[in-house]
């Protein structure tokens, strides 16, 4: 009989990550990782930042070393999505005609940019954000362009707004909510972020809905029309207005989801042989019980190592604490915990010196830190957070000269 | 090119040369060394790629940015006073010979 054989779908963090995991953890049977595109395992973040202000080439995003998987006894197929589960005959069919027989499953699909349904929405010049092909796009498309238009006030947008504007390039962001980034920070960090904005020289425009594109005769972008009417002219447009999960295989295998491929506090699916991970798996919330989908780098390598303890015979319920960093105009800001439902924020330092963090309490709970530019507020916190210490209660927090390090020495953790 | 030696916490090293230009981090990973993390990839952010500098070193290593300082606050394993985030040590000539050691756990 063959040693136990693990196929992993999906070659981006979480996948690559799995398949590195279970050698270091010591899994010795058939690993099988499976991407989509023609290109070995790469780091995301640097491809709305350094990639895109033109500093390195691919070769310099790779997760891994070209030998990696090689030297690892792992088979990494390239360019041949899967298509097909079968979860009866434990099989998966990939999109080349080819078919892999698994002991277990790894669903790490991913998710793919949400598209613009507006008239205009497909024309040439609107692009998305996911992949190192689309940043290559993005990225020569910007170095041919004076006018961008940057649709979703989202981190993507936002980044990629950032380093448009230091580029030289005329930059409008059209956001539809009322603030920047509301589904990750509080509200005082999103007015700070729009004030850094705009300090920039980028134009941004809050809850305000794009209508349509306009191209030229050639069908290309030229323009943008607002509801309302209001008219932007843009050689390209970036679209950042959130990610769908790649859910399609699981639910045409008869799994169970909803935004995201829905698995128990194990990352296991209905079937015990099949696990989802990453920006694709909707998972229990260990602080909240409430289903959650993350999108991060954080959230998809420390999905892809609970997995691979588990398929090595070691498992624990998921409980990483999430963390998100994003970098724009040289100001970085990193944020501990899930502030959803905070009801109210404690600013420690000042924000006019571009040196604070916000502190999001429900009562008397620490649910998140914002940091800008304060990295030791933001590594305590994730570090005490993660052990389950004791965090500063708002009154200590707002007291006059309340320092995390100082925190930290005094409660001995 | 500068050899670097990477010792883990089981006792074993691995001796590498890493070429130049090239962070004490990115060696570790172009040479599969287990035990560096480095979420973040090397921007100082996640504290995932803490090395400890061999206490008998004496080869000149840049002097600690604030920022790095303010990271190796929350690393998983313990900061000592050899602590190091390795991202943050660029190899050159001059290091040939550097050996660190591996903590525990990266997160």
Not at chain 1, 34 to 58: N, T
Not at chain 1, 119 to 131: F, H, N
Not at chain 1, 152 to 171: I, N, P, Q, W, Y
Request: glycine share 12%; hydrophobic share 40%.
């Amino acid at each position: 009989m063959a040693a136990p054989s693990v196929v992993v779908i999906g070659a981006g963090q979480a996948g690559s990550d799995t398949a590195a995991a279970l050698r270091s953890q010591g899994f010795d049977g058939r690993i099988t990782l499976v991407g989509a595109e023609g290109v070995p395992p790469y780091q995301r973040p640097p491809l709305s930042k350094q990639f895109l202000a033109g500093a390195g080439g691919g070769g310099d995003l790779a997760l891994r070393p070209a030998s990696f998987h090689a030297e690892r006894d792992i088979e990494f197929v390239a360019r041949d999505p899967a298509v097909r589960l079968d979860r009866d005959a434990r099989r998966v069919a990939l999109a080349s005609g080819r078919t892999l027989g698994y002991r277990h499953l790894v669903l790490a699909l991913g998710a793919r940019p949400r598209r613009l349904a507006v008239p205009g929405g497909g024309l040439d010049g609107v692009l998305t954000l996911r992949t190192l092909t689309e940043a290559g796009r993005l990225r020569d498309a910007m170095r041919d362009t004076g006018r961008l238009l940057v649709v979703g006030g989202g981190f993507v947008g936002l980044e990629v707004a950032a380093t448009a504007r230091a580029a030289g390039l005329a930059v409008t962001v059209v956001e539809s909510g009322p603030r920047l980034l509301a589904r990750a920070v509080s509200g005082a960090m999103s007015a700070h972020l729009l004030a850094e904005h705009r300090a920039h020289g980028v134009r941004v425009l809050l809850s305000r809905e794009v209508a349509a594109l306009h191209g030229d005769g050639a069908g290309r972008v030229r323009e943008a029309e607002l509801a309302g009417g209001e008219r932007i002219a843009a050689d390209l447009v970036l679209v950042g207005i959130g990610a769908v999960p790649e859910t399609a295989l699981a639910a045409g295998a008869g799994l169970a989801v909803d935004d995201g491929v829905l698995v128990d506090r194990h990352l296991r699916t209905g079937d015990p042989a099949v696990y989802a991970i990453g920006d694709c798996a909707r998972f229990p919330d260990p602080r909240t019980g409430r289903p959650l989908r993350l999108e991060s780098v954080q959230n998809a390598a420390d999905q892809a190592r609970c997995v691979a303890a588990a398929l090595c015979g070691a498992p624990r319920p998921y409980a990483a604490l999430p963390w998100f960093w994003t970098e724009q105009f040289g100001l970085r800001l990193q944020i501990a915990g899930l502030g959803t439902g905070h009801d109210r924020v404690v600013t420690v330092g000042d924000p006019r010196t571009g040196r604070f963090s916000l502190l999001c309490y429900r009562g008397e709970r620490l649910l998140a830190t914002e940091s800008v530019n304060r990295p030791a507020d933001h590594m305590i916190t994730r570090r005490l957070m993660g052990a389950g210490a004791p965090l500063p209660t708002p009154r200590q927090a707002a007291a006059p000269g309340f320092g995390f390090k100082e925190f930290r020495q005094t409660a001995a953790v | 090119m500068a050899k670097i030696t990477y010792r883990h916490p089981n006792g074993t090293e691995t001796v590498v040369d890493v070429p130049v230009p090239n962070t004490v981090m990115r060696g570790a990973k172009i040479n599969n060394i287990d035990g560096i993390e480095a979420q973040c990839g090397g921007s100082a952010q996640c504290g995932t790629c803490h090395v400890y500098v061999d206490e008998a070193n004496t080869l000149p290593l840049p002097a600690m940015h604030e920022s790095e300082d303010d990271v190796l606050y929350g690393t998983a394993a313990p900061r000592r006073a050899t602590s190091r985030l390795s991202c943050q040590l660029p190899v050159s000539e001059e290091i040939d010979g550097l050996v660190v050691h591996l903590p525990e756990t990266q997160s």
